[in-house]
């Protein structure tokens, strides 16, 4: 996220202190009492792995689109769950880049260039695109 928020007002293509507080508080939750350090390396993690699936499908950073953002973040409880039953907790970028790319590959990229307003119904999108392409 170094480069894509702006700490004080909000600025075009960049998450406001505001979206990305809203966005991460709910998470600290599924912490329990890990440190600062150890939620710090698992987001980082999650968030260079959805970086790499989003660089995918277009030269501009779409994690700084707030819609996007929310959406990937509120995904981040399902995607931990996945990591965690398939990679026995291991909470590396790699990790969850696995479970993530199904997601994006061959997603439109318009989709997520005009994601609209609801980050909320790209969220539940993109979980239908997970279970969709969940094979056992």
């Known amino acids: 996220m170094s480069g894509l928020t702006a700490p004080f007002d909000s600025a075009k293509n960049k998450?406001?202190?505001?979206?990305?507080?809203?966005?991460?508080?709910?998470?600290?939750?599924?912490?329990?009492?890990?440190?600062?350090?150890?939620?710090?390396?698992?987001l980082n993690s999650y968030l260079?792995?959805?970086?790499?699936?989003?660089?995918?499908?277009?030269?501009?950073?779409?994690l700084a689109k707030p819609v996007?953002?929310?959406?990937?973040?509120?995904?981040?409880?399902?995607?931990?769950q996945r990591v965690q039953d398939k990679f026995s907790s291991k909470y590396t970028s790699s990790n969850f880049f696995t479970?993530?790319?199904?997601?994006?590959?061959?997603?439109?990229?318009k989709k997520l260039l005009e994601p609209g307003t609801?980050?909320?119904?790209?969220?539940?999108y993109f979980e239908a695109r997970l279970k969709k392409k969940m094979s056992i």
């Open 48 to 62: 260079r792995a959805a970086s790499s699936c989003l660089t995918s499908k277009s030269s501009t950073n779409l």
């Open 68 to 80: 996007v953002f929310r959406a990937v973040m509120g995904l981040f409880p399902v995607i931990t």
């Open 118 to 124: 609801s980050w909320v119904a790209l969220r539940d």
């Open 99 to 109: 479970i993530l790319e199904p997601i994006f590959s061959n997603l439109p990229a």
């Open 15 to 42: 998450i406001s202190r505001v979206t990305f507080n809203s966005a991460v508080k709910p998470l600290l939750e599924f912490f329990g009492d890990r440190s600062a350090s150890e939620i710090f390396d698992i």
